[in-house]
């Protein structure tokens, strides 16, 4: 038996019920590239500590839950060039797509936007290729 | 007041990724990984999120948010190449490492150096992607 979709499920309810509080509430977008991004280009300048509040509740929260926990991990790999070339894929991707998962993916969708809808049948393509290629071809990850 | 409750939405955002495995890159590969041994969780987890944030935006029809201003304008049509490029390249990334954006903050306390030299990474994404974007996108685009 695996319960790991009771958590999935649980864990979404969650990351929805964030988004719709910031929505409902602050009236805000729950983009996290483009929370965090908008503090790194400028773009951001006009509601600075609701974008520092909302990174550091991100930080903070998790970082308790974990402790509480007894730890967490993330089973990352170690290999250096992996993760600096995924990384700058990330964020460069992620801003010229004005968006990542959450706010493409979590707030787009639900709103019926099609560029949600684009933006996420995308990158899901794009992330199913580079496992298939990087994982199964290469054997690199 | 817009600082507490960013504070909560983000912390309850970083709590919920904890939770459902999105922080987990075995989980997040496994599930891009749709020619090997796939697992199904984000499914759970993507359908989880949407359903009170669909729910939401229906309350904000000819409304304002609790603490004033006002709700996002409509959601732009236009499909353009900065969206489909930039998705790919996000993608790409997303699927050698497992991290998006959300996850590689929400575990920068537990995910040790390989979290750190990601993050780093990504911040430098972002910048460079700055003067790209200062030409590509208009301005005024919610994230």
Redesign the interface.
Known sequence: MQP??I????????????????????????????????L????GRT?R???L???????????L??LGMG????????N?T??????????????????????????????L????L???M???????????V???LLGV? | MRGIFAFLAGGLFGAGLLVSGMTDTRKVQGWLDIFGDWDPTLAFVLGGAILPMGIAWTFTHKRTPVLGGTFPSRPERRVDWPLAGGSLLFGAGWGLVGLCPGPAIASLSYGGLSGAVFFIAMIAGMVAAAPMRRRLIPSGMPG
Do not use: K
């Open positions: 790991d979709w958590f999935g499920a649980l864990g979404g309810l969650m990351i929805g019920t964030a988004a719709a509080l910031f929505l409902l509430v602050n009236g805000r977008v729950m983009g996290a590239s483009g929370i965090l991004g908008g790194l280009d400028g773009s509601n500590a609701e974008r509040a909302f990174l550091a509740g991100l930080v903070i929260i998790p970082a839950l974990a730890g967490a991990q993330t089973h990352a790999t170690t250096i992996v993760l600096i070339s995924a990384g700058l894929l990330v964020g460069i991707g992620t801003r010229l797509a004005n968006g990542c998962t959450s706010g493409h993916g979590v707030c787009g969708i639900s709103r936007s099609l560029r949600g684009v933006a996420t995308f990158y899901l393509f794009a992330g199913g290729i580079s496992v298939l990087f994982r199964h990850i």
